[in-house]
């Protein structure tokens, strides 16, 4: 006597597939939403410059030393900063860790 061993796949339910050419209900898809055109202030995009200066390694290393000096340091070595970066400089001290210190004070 022996027993008959069945496959694992005896154990689950058996469920029919649709054939492929079947119509199938579908809810329509809603139509893609539209992107808001949200421009940005002026000062965003200045803190924007300033990222783009400090995460582009041809003007050296950022740490230890201010954007104005790392800024003074890239044209003394040739390497044409953008005017522009300087002028945002010499106009304001725009801080990228102001938000991030105000954020952590609400904690």
Not at 28 to 57: G, M, Y
Not at 72 to 80: D, M, Q, S, W
Request: hydrophobic share 35%; net charge positive; aromatic share 6%.
């Amino acid at each position: 006597m022996t027993t008959k061993r069945g496959l694992i796949t005896d154990s689950f339910k058996v469920v029919k597939k649709s054939r492929r050419g079947a119509k199938q209900r579908k809810s329509p898809t809603p139509p893609p939403s539209q992107p808001e055109d949200v421009a940005p202030s002026a000062r965003e995009e200045d803190l924007q410059q300033l990222k783009q200066f400090d995460l582009d390694w041809r003007f050296g290393p950022c740490t230890g030393i201010s954007r104005l000096q790392r800024w003074e340091r890239a044209k003394l070595h040739g390497l044409n900063p953008a005017e522009e970066i300087r002028e945002l400089l010499l106009q304001t001290q725009l801080s990228l860790w102001l938000s991030y210190t105000v954020s952590l004070s609400l904690l």
